[in-house]
């Protein structure tokens, strides 16, 4: 049972380096990111604690480490890297997201991943559930090792989330998880989908499910989100809110599911309330971040409808 945590493994954080226009001033703004971190951010948020599994280093990781370090409710597990972290500087003076330059990080030495990965089980363990968050690109973890952790998490009882898509996904869907948050466009470019289409992203629900993942929430931008759990598929009503940023969104739907999850809630709480922070999270610039009581009065007005009667798919079998 999990008492109110959960780890986050993000093995390869980045220091994210962001200039905004400030009324007539630009302004600077460094932050760790990269998907555990803003994953780590909203569950915070939702009063859940996070132990973050993460590594770090080379010049970057000078000014990364400690960064990470002063993230509020958070106990951070650290393995010092000898090569360099990722990084990115984005302007958005211009009121969009525009890339100067970026890099994803060095791959993990074999020493590196050994600790990280001894750490991030202990932990796991600890806190009862885990999510595994992806790297900024595959290149620096591979597959294997995101299919050894979730294999040896469950066999030892802890609930396992990923967000994940190709081959990363893949490994942890052969080991079996709790809980799998992918995007329509994850789904339709990895090939599991034909197109965007309710018809098409349910039958893709259905086969993650068989092939491993519990329960199944698909996000679609300002279209609201696709869900399969307790062997019934929901179309996931959001709010309707003007987006002042689209990226974070599915990010924050997954630590809103953890975090409800760690605080005892039941999945179809989980999946709302995912689906609120995902939904708050667009009108702000600060990626994985949102305020708890917006969050509670979005989750009232989420639905939950059933999609049984409504699509081409054979339906799944109720559970004996």
């Known amino acids: 049972m999990s008492d109110g945590r959960v780890m986050v493994f993000a093995p390869a954080p980045q220091l994210t380096v962001t200039i905004e226009q400030h009324h007539d001033q630009p302004e600077l703004h460094v932050h760790p990111g990269g998907q555990g971190i803003w994953q780590t951010r909203m569950i915070t948020v939702l009063g859940a604690q996070v132990t973050l599994c993460t590594a770090a280093g080379g010049e970057v990781g000078r000014v990364l480490s400690p960064l990470l370090g002063e993230l509020p409710g ?37 020493h590196e991943l050994d ?19 992806g790297p900024a690109h595959p290149s620096v973890v591979k597959p294997e090792v995101y299919g050894r952790l979730a294999a040896d998490l469950r066999a030892n009882g802890c609930r396992v989330i990923a967000d994940l898509c190709s081959n990363h996904l893949a490994a942890v869907l052969e080991a079996g998880i709790s809980v799998l948050k992918i995007s329509h466009e994850e ?34 931008a300002d279209m609201g989100a696709l869900a399969l759990f307790n062997e019934e598929i929901y179309s996931v009503a959001l709010p309707r809110l003007t987006p002042a940023e689209h990226r974070g969104a599915g990010d924050s739907m997954t630590a809103g599911v953890a975090a409800t999850l760690a605080n005892g809630g039941p999945m179809d709480e989980a999946v709302r309330t995912g689906a609120a922070a995902g939904a708050l999270n667009v009108t702000r610039h600060g990626l994985g971040t949102g305020h708890v009581d917006a969050v509670r009065v979005l989750t009232e007005r989420v639905r939950l409808t059933p999609l049984a009667q409504t699509v081409n798919t054979p339906l799944i079998e109720k559970a004996s």
């Open 187 to 220: 789904l339709i470019a990895d090939g599991m989908a034909a197109d965007g289409s309710t018809g098409a992203l349910t039958e893709a629900l259905v086969r993650l499910h068989e092939r491993g993942a519990e329960t199944v929430l698909v996000s679609r």
């Open 74 to 110: 958070v106990t951070l597990r650290l393995v010092n890297r000898e090569h360099g972290s990722g990084w990115y500087v984005h302007d958005r003076r211009g009121g969009s997201r525009q890339e100067i330059a970026e890099r994803p990080g060095s791959p993990l030495s074999r």
């Open 115 to 133: 600790e990280l990965y001894n750490l991030t089980l202990a932990e796991g363990l600890r806190a009862g559930i885990a999510i595994l968050s």
